[in-house]
Every structure is written in structure tokens, then in C-alpha cells.
């Protein structure tokens, strides 16, 4: 359970006239539940990107920038020491899965810790075990590319809750799902991570997802739309 401050974060791309990202103060209570919003292009997977240490921060020639999350600040970290607190604190749920083909349901899970710990921790397997039946994938060891999407997504699912992550980052996980696949995740994402007290940003157009979190920040060409509106 993570909590977050942002100050002065400017981030801006060569040809781009304005800059893709400018928000002066973005602030997260430790567990709170955020709906990332706004048209294609507005900034949510630079936004994404940033917050979990995927980019840099990059220096800002006005104000000193700062990603505090907790007593981190990913400013201050190397790409390695970001990858390592990623590794740590960050559970990830991208819109096309990025599940490992070849590999079992079980071994796609069970991959980011055993990259992370030079030996699997004590007790991983069976939790591993526990959140595939919590998110309903039956058969542990068939291949991950001959499921199907909402059981991929459910796999995704159940990998990023995996170590118990103080935040959970997902990136549209609704989106290519049909709806009942997609309800059904949604209720797993939110249900999982309420029961790990992670704190969640969820990047989605999707109203079932959006109007259960607790806030909906909309960004409109890399700002932050005031007043950010309460989830209903
Ligand atoms: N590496 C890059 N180089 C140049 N411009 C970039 C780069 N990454 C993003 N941009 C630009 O920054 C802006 C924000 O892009 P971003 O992908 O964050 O938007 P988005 O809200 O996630 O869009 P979508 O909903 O379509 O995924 C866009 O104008 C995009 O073209």
C-alpha cells in the first residue's frame, strides 16, 4: 500500500510543441483507487510509464521534479535501481496481457519472481496456485497462447497480484476483452486488490471499471482536467 506525491513533472517529446505531460502536483493516499481517463493521445501511458519507473523522470528546468511514492523518489533512481523497485512494488496489467507464449498459465505467473529472486520465496508456488483458481484458470499447465482472451487477461490478472504488490497499475485491462470477459475482470482486479490493500491506478474508458473506483483523474493534452470529477 503505496502512497504517492508528484511535484512539477514536465515531460516533454521532441516535435511536440507542448509538452506531454505537465502537472504541477498529483497526490495518491496509501490504498486509494485511481481512474486514469482521457482522449487518445492526452498522456495516460506516458502518465503510466512514468509512475512505475518504466521512463525516467526528466529534469525539469523550472522546479525540481519529483515521483514520491512512499519514501522513493524515482527521480533519484538509475534505470536499474527503477527496475528493481518496479520488480518489488509494482504489480502490471497491460491491455494485451504480454504473457509469455510457451509457457504454462502457471509458469507465466510464477516468471516475474523467479526473474526477481534468485530462488523462488517461500511460499510464492502456493500462492501462485491459490490466485489461479481465485481468477478461474483450471488448467495450470496448458500453453498460454491457446487460451483464450478473457482467461489470458484473467492469467495477467493473477501475475500482477503475485508477491502482493504495494501498487497495481492497470493499462486499459478491460479493453479487448467482450463484455462479460471484460466484467469479469474488472471484478477480479478490483476484488483482488482490495483484498492486498494495493493501492490501483487504472488507465480505462470502461464505466463498470471507472465508476467503482474512488477518483477519476482526466487528462486533456497532458493536463489535468479540473475539477477532477468523484467516481460515482
Ligand atoms: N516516445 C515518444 N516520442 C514522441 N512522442 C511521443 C512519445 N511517446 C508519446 N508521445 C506523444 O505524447 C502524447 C501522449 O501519448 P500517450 O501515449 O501517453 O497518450 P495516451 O493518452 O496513452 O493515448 P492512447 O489512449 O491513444 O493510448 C502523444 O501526442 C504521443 O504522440
Known amino acids: 500500500m503505496l502512497p504517492l506525491v508528484v511535484e512539477a513533472l514536465d515531460v516533454r517529446f521532441p516535435g511536440l510543441a507542448l509538452p506531454a505531460l ?17 482522449p487518445s493521445g492526452s498522456g495516460k501511458t506516458t502518465l503510466i510509464n512514468i509512475l512505475t519507473g518504466l521512463e525516467r523522470v526528466p529534469h525539469n528546468r523550472a522546479a525540481k521534479s519529483s515521483v514520491r511514492w512512499g519514501d522513493t523518489d524515482l527521480a533519484s533512481l538509475s534505470e536499474r535501481r527503477r527496475d528493481q523497485w518496479r520488480a518489488a512494488n509494482v504489480g502490471l496489467v497491460m491491455q494485451d496481457f504480454h504473457l509469455f507464449p510457451g509457457l504454462s498459465a502457471l509458469e507465466n505467473v510464477l516468471l516475474p519472481q523467479r526473474l526477481a529472486h534468485l530462488r523462488l520465496p517461500a511460499g510464492m508456488y502456493d500462492d501462485a496456485l491459490r ?13 498460454v497462447e491457446t487460451l483464450s482472451r478473457g482467461q489470458m487477461q484473467r492469467v495477467a490478472v493473477a501475475r500482477a ?45 470502461d464505466h463498470r471499471l471507472v465508476d467503482r473506483l474512488d477518483r477519476v483523474l482526466r487528462l486533456e493534452g497532458g493536463r489535468v482536467v479540473q475539477p477532477e470529477l468523484a467516481a460515482a
Open 161 to 205: 497480484l503475485l508477491g502482493r504488490p504495494g501498487l497495481i497499475v492497470a493499462d486499459e485491462p478491460t479493453a479487448s476483452l467482450d463484455a462479460q470477459s471484460g466484467a469479469a475482470v474488472a471484478e477480479l482486479l478490483l476484488d483482488l486488490a482490495a483484498e492486498i490493500g494495493a493501492t490501483l491506478i487504472v488507465a480505462s474508458h
Open 131 to 143: 490466485l489461479l483458481s481465485q481468477v478461474g484458470i483450471e488448467r495450470l499447465d496448458q500453453a
Open 22 to 38: 505537465d502537472i504541477p502536483t498529483l497526490q495518491l493516499k496509501a490504498g486509494e483507487r485511481l481512474a486514469l481517463t482521457g
